[in-house]
């Protein structure tokens, strides 16, 4: 009886061989992803916490366009994962995507990844969607693990209507204002912070909101994760026992129904922002708006700030 000659390698069959990830030791074999880009969620601390859905489509798909090779390496090596890593972020996201955008039109599939958490939240997607979107090409969203949501979940505070900062701004000047605009947003705030400015910014949320209730949500989902909850003014008074390493998810309560008065030093703070770059009566009828203060007391607040601002009469 004649043996039957062994199968020929070829380059398709070699690749679907290498489509696969690993779970503990056991082996599952993965399709090739459909044409198009893939969204894919992935871990914010815990590599556990990934779902079967984004493993198979980041073992089936030709490209895994991320923020750092070397973080999504660790995802891709933990679950045996071979497809081929290429760096998308917001250094060389012009040149990275006219060729992500040429492999969609030649029918290949890639998944975009941030370092944590869901692509395009705080991260240099928005612009490749886009463009894949007009050149007709098909977007897929793999939902999955997100430090915003997390955070709302555990902070222990009103979840059903939410406003998502994302980062603030980093000089104090700025972070002041925009934490003053902020404040009048009847919502809870879900804003990141890194260590070295956390505890400035709490002492500024505590001079701007007062006694709301807050939570700091360090490390979600790692070994040494910790949430504190307790009000804005206690938070910021222990601010200098805080342990500043790693990254940080604050959440702080909408204001109270009667809180519809902004303060005297978040409305001195607000102005000098606006006074910065605009004119009093530009920076008035803003400020008016937001702190809920009468015109006339924003009015001439403004003029005594913009004298001592610019050295003048203030008017303009």
């Not at 999504?72 to 990275?96: C, F, G, M, V, W």
């Not at 098909?138 to 505070?157: E, F, I, K, Q, R």
């Not at 009000?231 to 604050?250: H, I, K, N, Q």
């Amino acid at each position: 009886m004649r043996a039957k000659p062994a199968p020929i390698n070829t380059p398709e069959t070699t690749e679907a061989a290498s489509r696969g990830f690993s779970i503990d030791a056991h082996r599952l074999a993965a399709p090739k992803a459909a044409p198009g880009l893939h969204l894919v969620a992935t871990p914010i601390g815990n590599l556990g916490d990934i779902t079967l859905r984004a493993l198979q489509t980041l073992a089936g798909v030709d490209i895994i366009a991320c923020e750092d090779t070397r973080i999504t390496r660790r995802l891709t090596e933990r679950y045996d994962i071979s497809a081929q890593l290429k760096p998308y972020h917001e250094h060389n996201a012009e040149a990275a995507r006219p060729k992500i955008l040429e492999r969609l039109a030649q029918g290949g599939s890639v998944a975009l990844v941030s370092d944590a958490g869901t692509p395009l939240i705080s991260d240099p997607g928005f612009k490749l969607v886009r463009e894949v979107c007009a050149a007709g090409h098909a977007v897929y969203a793999l939902p999955g693990p997100s430090s915003v949501l997390a955070a709302l979940s555990v902070a222990a505070l009103p979840t059903d209507r939410f406003f998502f900062e994302g980062f603030l701004p980093a000089k104090s000047a700025a972070r002041r204002t925009r934490l003053a605009e902020l404040a009048r947003i009847d919502a809870t705030l879900v804003m990141f912070e890194s260590g070295n400015r956390v505890q400035d910014t709490l002492a500024e949320l505590a001079g701007i909101m007062g006694t709301r209730e807050a939570a700091i949500c360090r490390e979600l989902t790692k070994l040494h994760e910790e949430i504190s909850r307790a009000p804005l003014s206690e938070l910021a008074r222990e601010a200098d026992t805080l342990e500043t390493r790693g990254e940080f998810v604050l959440v702080i309560a909408p204001p109270a129904a009667d809180a519809e008065v902004m303060t005297a030093d978040a409305l001195d703070d607000l102005l000098r922002g606006q006074l910065a770059t605009q004119t009093v009566k530009d920076a008035v009828a803003h400020a008016v708006e937001l702190s809920g203060r009468p015109r006339r007391e924003v009015y001439a607040r403004a003029l005594e700030l913009a004298k001592d601002l610019r050295g003048g009469d203030g008017e303009d």
